[in-house]
């Protein structure tokens, strides 16, 4: 992440087949590992090949951040967290 706009697109793909998703349920927070009081809940704008594009959020507050995933396609239901730094 930048101090600033940023954005995120993610890719949803079947592991056995490799074939894209966009039928499934996406849920994102972007968190710091310390507190829930920066949190921000990106809502999803478009699903097109797989590729599921939020809206776009500020970053104020350089250094860790986590990005909290739930994807549910179907029955089927993972969470993922991916940790990154937000620079100047």
Partial sequence: FIIGTNSLVLGVKEIESARTVDDAN????????????FDKKPKLLSVENGLYTFEKFDIQKPGRWQIMSKVTV??????KKLEVNATK
């Avoid at 996406?26 to 009081?37: E, F, G, M, N």
């Fill in 26 to 37: 996406i849920t994102l927070v972007i968190t710091r590992p310390d507190t829930q009081r």
């Fill in 74 to 79: 179907g029955e089927l239901t993972t969470f």
